[in-house]
């Protein structure tokens, strides 16, 4: 059985932890009645094997009773069994081995000193379904497809000479978002929902480009990935008991993602004939990429390009609104910087960036606070590795510091680090500066309902990655009354 990593501190198995106690004991005793004929008890490790620490498991369920236990969500329940057990822990979930990493030391350890030992990653049935067995780049199989596919990605549709050649878009959509904001000014707006829709309208000409689906079409098409997404982020029992293709067939296994993949499947098929015109020499490619390749691609942009740093935004106006000496001190600088442009705020220049800098620590805080991933992609290792004598069986602060977000600081981590590091880094946060940089330029901000900053909820609910348990709804204020020319 392979071991499969978790690095604490930036989101896929955590789904599973979520289910209640009691449907878990029932569950439970169901599955003890078919464990001798369908599950196969993974080989004992040799005694002098020197694992990491952690807690007791049961026989059948693993630790799946201690993350069931209390209220918090699994990644803090995570961080609460990693104080007892130290910063290298060893869990099981069913017959799934897993292994937690929580500390920058320890990270820096499995993502790059032994990161090529742990770049392959586990392809989990869900993410098998939606992106067609494993043909896109978050969960390729790492070898010969994932390079060219990660270069692929890498060059021609995440780089950054790439994106700065894709600001223009994104300037001429938040420009429409914002001029649509001040005109409903002075009532209560639910941002959550409007920073969907402008992710849609984003990604829909980025990713999707012009094709011939009309925007009813469009909204579909971003209703089920979004349905999708959810999906993915629940629970189901095969993905704790893998090998057992009884209980595939018992509990009908993601039937409702796989009626969702096939509706997003065909819409997808309709845009691709619209943009690919096939190639005679096709077979005479290094690379030849099949449709299912493209799909996947597309997919994986969708997910990672969407749901990612619209929580971001959202988490950083929450905590702005919390804090507002912090929010007067951002809005001042974003003013200072832009005041009487009288147009979009602009800061997609590194230049511009950099003189933010106030903003910048904003973004940094908040991806240390509420990590749109706490879980990072699981990884896995196809053969034993020996860390720091322990044997991995097969299978405001950071103002005046150098610490970033970008995979070199291994105490801040939300991308990931090494070779499988998030791909569409540079693409989200150059979003999200964007976005929140005009959010705090053009309106002065109110709490609803004469809420004061302390009663902000500020809850949390996990899927695919970290939300906030209820929609952000805010009152807008404009500052500037200057013309926004929609280009």
């Known amino acids: 059985m392979d071991n499969t990593l978790l690095e604490v501190g930036a989101q896929q198995l955590a789904p599973w932890l979520t289910i209640s106690f009691a449907i878990f004991i029932a569950t439970s005793v169901f599955l003890v009645s078919i464990w001798t004929c369908v599950v196969k008890r993974p080989p004992s490790s ?6 990491p620490p952690g807690p007791w498991a049961l026989p059948l369920v693993g630790n799946l009773h201690q993350m069931a236990l209390g209220s918090s969500l699994p990644h803090r329940r995570l961080r609460d069994l990693a104080r007892q057990y130290g910063p290298v822990m060893r869990l099981r979930f069913g017959e799934v081995p897993i292994v937690v990493v929580s500390s920058a030391e320890w990270a ?112 579909v098409f971003f209703s089920l990935a979004s349905q999708l997404m959810k999906a993915m982020g629940g629970f189901d029992l095969v993905d704790l008991f893998p090998s057992s293709e009884l209980l595939r067939r018992i509990t009908g296994a993601h039937g409702e993602l796989k009626k969702l993949h096939a509706a997003l499947d065909a819409i997808l098929e309709t845009v691709i004939n619209d943009h690919v015109t096939k190639r005679e020499n096709n077979e005479h490619r290094q690379l030849p990429i099949t449709n299912s390749d493209i799909k996947a691609v597309i997919l994986d942009l969708l997910m990672a390009g969407t749901s990612p740093w619209i929580a971001v935004v959202e988490w950083a106006m929450s905590e702005l609104m919390k804090n507002p000496r912090m929010m007067e001190k951002a809005q001042k600088e974003v003013r200072h910087r832009f005041d009487g442009q009288g147009e979009i705020v602009v800061v997609v220049d590194e230049a511009c960036i950099n003189e933010l800098q106030y903003l910048q620590l904003v973004l940094t805080e908040t991806l240390r606070f509420h990590s749109p991933g706490p879980l ?83 809850s949390e609910r996990l899927g695919l990655d970290l939300r906030r348990k209820n929609d952000l709804v805010l009152v807008p204020i404009p500052y500037h009354h200057g013309s926004i020319e929609v280009a």
């Open 376 to 458: 990072n992609l699981p990884r896995e290792n196809q053969e034993t590795v020996v860390i720091n004598g322990y044997q991995i069986p097969d299978p405001e602060r950071f103002l005046h510091t150098s610490t970033d977000y970008k995979g070199h600081h291994f105490d801040l981590i939300p991308f990931g680090a090494g070779r499988r590091i998030c791909p569409g880094m540079h693409f989200g946060t150059t979003i999200v500066k964007l976005v929140l940089a005009n959010l705090l330029y053009h309106f002065d901000w109110e709490l609803p309902n004469q809420m004061k900053p302390r009663d902000l909820d500020m």
């Open 108 to 219: 820096q350890l499995f993502l790059q000193a032994h990161d090529a030992s742990f770049a392959a990653r586990p392809l989990l049935p869900a993410a098998s379904i939606v992106f067609y067995g494993g043909r896109d780049i978050a969960f390729a199989a790492y070898g010969e497809y994932w390079r060219k596919m990660r270069k692929v990605c890498d060059v021609g549709l995440l780089g950054t000479g790439r994106v700065k050649s894709l600001h223009p878009v994104m300037e001429q959509e938040v420009c429409k978002w914002i001029h649509a904001s001040i005109s409903a000014a002075g009532e209560p707006i639910n941002l959550s929902r409007s920073l969907f829709d402008l992710g849609c309208s984003i990604n829909s000409r980025l990713v999707l480009g012009m094709s011939s689906l009309g925007q009813e079409e469009v909204g």
């Open 46 to 51: 040799p005694p002098a094997a020197r694992l």
